[in-house]
């Protein structure tokens, strides 16, 4: 271990066991001196600008520099781990890359999952009321107004710098916030043992009432089990309704990560589009990728081919700012040295200088797929959410491009023109111990959209509404089939 980490690690694990007895001690809070924060600092800022593919996709260079130097011009005294936190998650959330994280050291969460700090129900953003989403302490469909007198929205819009999206700042960050309001709440405010909030009860009524604070542990258990919420516990499945002449594919992600796993879902598709070229009264598949946050882009590739009616390149073009791996000091213990051979290996093989501080994939390597044996060219809509991004994203933009489906739901986190991707390098600084990690290129979309900054707009925009909530219907399947299905 880093001999740096290893002596903050210490420092922190002396304080917090001087407070073992105390469940509501706030491990985040702990000071960090304006000297070591600089550090950090400057240590995040030169990765960054040396590696971040895309640093300057949504940022001028001067603007970015702008950023980087009015953040540092505020670490002028010593600072807690939560604001220097979230100082750096300000900077990522500018630059527009939905792949980019800022993580906690692993024992802070470690502790925090036995401290009473943070706000006990899951909620979700629908319309534009946030609404209690469990049967834990309040009915589902109760709407928060205000948490410790901050209005809700206000808490919404300061929760968006922790979900950044491609491109530019939109509402699609406030839906992402919400599902995950718990605990950012918690690191944006610091805990409290108890939450004053203002509600309005499902009959209406306005009131004032005092919750009491739960740990990360018992958070995450009720996150599991949300009263409304699109997740299911198995990766993939084929469902064909006879009565309607229609199949639908859900796919929650696009990552198996091992050989048996990847083999078995490349089969399913197989033996499902074999099934549905046989069965020729399906007039429709509906594919459902809602809570798909993508995976590998090679599976994305994979089942477009089965809905294409036409060929289709890879992408238009890959690109890196580095010839190699820079900072190795700096790389976390979990990045390992297979993981840098891997890349440094590829940037060396397959990339080539394509101008200063740019590095562009082979073109002898942009592969070409071509449909099917048992593609399906029928009536094909796919469901999204702000959850869905990166290859699921990208998916989405080609089975639209080259097989002519229809997109229903909402407007997705991943953009329609560009993204970034293949292998995450993640660092950690020595001094806070907080983990950052960004991937090394940047994909240029094949028929990827103008560039706009945003998701991938539905050709059917169909948000959840109070009363679907309250009823727990799937709006936007039930559109499907009412409005498009019932037509063709």
Not at 304 to 333: D, G, Q, W
Not at 392 to 419: C, D, H, P
Not at 440 to 459: A, H, M, R, S
Request: aromatic share 14%; net charge positive; with cysteine.
């Amino acid at each position: 271990m880093n001999k740096f980490i290893l002596s903050i690690c210490i420092s922190i694990f002396i304080w917090l066991s001087s407070c073992t007895n105390n469940t509501n001690n706030d491990p985040t809070s702990f000071f960090i001196s304006f000297d070591k924060a600089k550090e950090d600092f400057k240590i995040f800022r030169k990765i960054i600008e040396t590696a971040h593919p895309s640093l300057n996709s949504y940022l001028t260079p001067g603007r970015s520099a702008f950023l980087f130097d009015s953040i540092d011009a505020t670490l002028t005294k010593r600072i807690t781990i939560r604001n220097f936190y979230n100082k750096l998650w300000f900077l990522v959330n500018s630059i527009g890359c939905s792949h980019t994280e800022i993580s906690l050291p692993g024992f802070f969460y470690d502790t925090l999952y036995n401290r009473k700090l943070f706000f006990p129900v899951p909620v979700l953003l629908v319309g534009d009321r946030l609404l209690v989403n469990s049967d834990y302490d309040l009915p589902p469909g109760t709407e928060i107004l205000s948490v410790n007198d901050i209005p809700a929205s206000m808490i919404l819009d300061s929760l968006i710098l922790y979900n950044p999206v491609e491109g530019f700042r939109r509402k699609t960050q406030k839906y992402l916030a919400s599902t995950d309001w718990g605990f950012q709440f918690f690191m944006k405010n610091g805990g409290v043992n108890k939450f004053s909030v203002k509600i309005k009860d499902t009959s209406g009524v306005r009131k004032s009432i005092t919750l009491d604070a739960i740990n990360l542990d018992e958070l995450y258990s009720r996150e599991r089990n949300r009263y409304y919420y699109d997740g299911m516990d198995v990766d993939y499945s084929l469902i064909i309704n006879d009565s309607l002449k229609t199949a639908t594919l859900r796919l929650t992600t696009f990552e198996f990560n091992s050989d048996n796993k990847q083999n078995a879902f490349e089969s399913f598709l197989k033996n499902s589009f074999e099934l549905l070229k046989a069965r020729k009264e399906i007039k429709s598949l509906t594919i459902d990728l809602r809570e798909n946050t993508g995976g590998s882009l090679y599976n994305c590739f994979l089942l477009n081919s089965y809905l294409a009616n036409k060929p289709f390149n890879e992408y238009k073009e890959v690109f890196t700012r580095i010839e190699f791996v820079p900072y190795e000091e700096f790389l976390s213990s979990s990045f390992t040295g297979n993981d840098l051979e891997k890349i440094n290996t590829r940037l060396k093989n397959d990339f080539e200088r394509a101008g200063v501080k740019r590095y562009h994939l082979k073109d002898s390597l942009l592969e070409s797929w071509t449909p099917q044996k048992f593609s399906f060219s029928k009536n094909v809509y796919i469901i999204t959410n702000w959850n869905v991004n990166s290859a699921a994203s990208y998916f989405t933009l080609l089975a639209r491009t080259t097989g002519g489906a229809k997109i229903v739901g909402f407007e997705t986190a991943g953009g329609s023109n560009s993204g970034n991707g293949f292998v995450t390098i993640k660092y950690s600084l020595p001094n806070t111990g907080i983990e950052f990690a960004f991937p090394y290129v940047k994909l240029l979309y094949t028929n990827g959209e103008p560039f706009t900054g945003k998701g991938l707009i539905p050709d059917y925009i169909v948000p959840d509404t109070y009363e679907s909530f309250k009823k727990n219907e799937d709006r936007q399947k039930n559109y499907i089939i009412d409005s498009l299905v019932g037509k063709h």
